[in-house]
């Protein structure tokens, strides 16, 4: 199944048979950029935190202040993307590099006595393996959405099948328009725009006049509480009942890492 990942099923119709042809097809979609994405086991590396907030401080933006909160967002996801390029994407060889450097230690052991310059070395090559194993469970347990699941669980055979579904169950193979199928990566995206532009779209018509009609009205004091600017301490208690990993994308930085102070 890992080889064949990509595989789609198709039922086509059928003609005077009682079976339905059965299409199978691989093939890799590309649907652009993927979005960015936060994994709290990044806050276990030290230098995570740093990062953010350096980033944050010296970058300069004018303009309103949702722009420039937005702007400085941008600026944090970029420097984080370029990090934990670097940091991150070779998970896998560095947990397979430290189970190789455990195993000649032991191997040597076997014929001699290991001096302590290589009794330190094989100590810390147990906690960069524990550290490595414990930052891909966290991924994927993220990954695959289960907050019901307690910090702990190792069952990455679990995760993995938890997050092909939900890519299967995201995954838009092909949408139909006026009757007509749209397979092609652009054609489902122009399909989609056209479809909600459609939507949205305002069409001139003769709107029904309300003049002598006596409405109930809400008292000035009311109308002023509606129309009343979001105090900081509503908005900090918005985001402080929601769960940690419930934000991936940059704006989940400072609720995770306690930078909200810096915003």
């Not at 350096?54 to 990090?83: D, H, R």
């Not at 002023?224 to 908005?235: K, Q």
Request: glycine share 6%.
């Amino acid at each position: 199944m890992a080889k064949w990942s990509n595989m789609k099923q198709w039922g086509l119709k059928r003609s005077i048979s009682d079976h339905c042809p059965i299409l199978l097809k691989s093939q890799h979609t590309d649907w652009g950029p993927k979005p960015f994405k936060f994994f709290d086991e990044w806050l276990l590396h030290h230098e995570c935190k740093t990062i953010v907030e350096e980033e944050w401080k010296k970058t300069y933006v004018q303009g309103w202040k949702g722009f420039c909160v937005k702007e400085k967002l941008k600026a944090v996801k970029q420097k984080l993307k370029k990090w934990s390029a670097v940091e991150f994407t070779h998970i896998d060889f560095k947990i397979n590099e430290a189970k190789e450097k455990i195993a000649s230690f032991d191997k040597l052991c076997e014929h001699k006595q290991l001096s302590d310059a290589e009794i330190m070395e094989r100590k810390q090559m147990f906690i960069e393996l524990g550290k490595n194993l414990k930052i891909k469970e966290g991924m994927y347990r993220q990954k695959a959405r289960k907050a019901w699941l307690k910090n702990g669980d190792a069952n990455s055979k679990y995760f993995h099948r938890c997050i092909k579904s939900r890519q299967r169950r995201n995954e838009i193979n092909c949408i139909e328009v006026n009757g007509n199928q749209l397979v092609g990566v652009q054609e489902v995206k122009d399909g989609i725009a056209n479809h909600f532009q459609k939507l949205f779209q305002e069409e001139n018509w003769v709107r029904p006049v309300l003049d002598g009609v006596d409405f109930k009205h809400i008292t000035s004091q009311q109308a002023a509480t509606l129309t009343a600017p979001f105090s900081e301490d509503e908005i900090k208690k918005a985001v402080w009942d929601c769960s940690s990993s419930k934000a991936p994308g940059p704006d989940g930085n400072f609720r995770k890492m306690g930078s909200w102070s810096l915003v």
